[in-house]
């Protein structure tokens, strides 16, 4: 994958920005975090919202390496739109009395709420509703 000539955190980085460039988002408000597991290296892209500061699952990809990973997020973040579906989800958290909507692509609606309640536990959020979003 990697040339002889190819620096991987050189080209890591570079990939990180071009993810970065495509979804229109500062690096301050996105997470790469890398696991390896069975060999392979799991690339979960968390998006971070300034606006109700909350984490949410953008995407996961499954790759050879690290920088197999960052380029299957890379073709993914290049052609999602065209390809999942947009669902709006109105939320509050626990003990705040303030309405959040959020908005996410996806396969279908259970996988947009995977996506609101990645790496936290279910009771800390009570989803009102979630919309499948009309096609512009």
Same mark, same amino acid.
């Given at each position: ?29 996105? /997470? %790469?975090? @890398? $696991?390896?597991?069975? +060999?392979?290296? *799991? =690339? &979960? ?9 909350? /984490? %949410?699952? @953008? $995407?996961?990809?499954? +790759?050879?390496? *690290? =920088? &197999? ?9 290049? /052609? ?57």
């Amino acid at each position: 994958m990697t040339g002889a000539g190819t620096d991987i955190h050189v080209e890591s980085i570079k990939l990180q920005r071009e993810i970065e460039s495509h979804l229109s988002i500062k690096g301050s408000e996105l /997470s %790469f975090e @890398f $696991q390896q597991s069975e +060999g392979k290296t *799991k =690339l &979960d892209l968390i998006t971070i919202s300034p606006r109700h500061n909350q /984490s %949410f699952l @953008f $995407q996961s990809v499954l +790759g050879i390496d *690290k =920088l &197999d990973a960052l380029r299957k997020m890379l073709d993914y973040v290049k /052609s999602y739109k065209d390809k999942y579906q947009s669902y709006t989800v109105q939320w509050i958290a626990k003990g705040e009395k303030e309405l959040h909507t959020s908005y996410f692509r996806a396969g279908n609606m259970y996988d947009a709420l995977d996506k609101l309640y990645y790496g936290r536990d279910i009771n800390t959020i009570t989803v009102f509703s979630i919309v499948l979003n009309p096609v512009a």
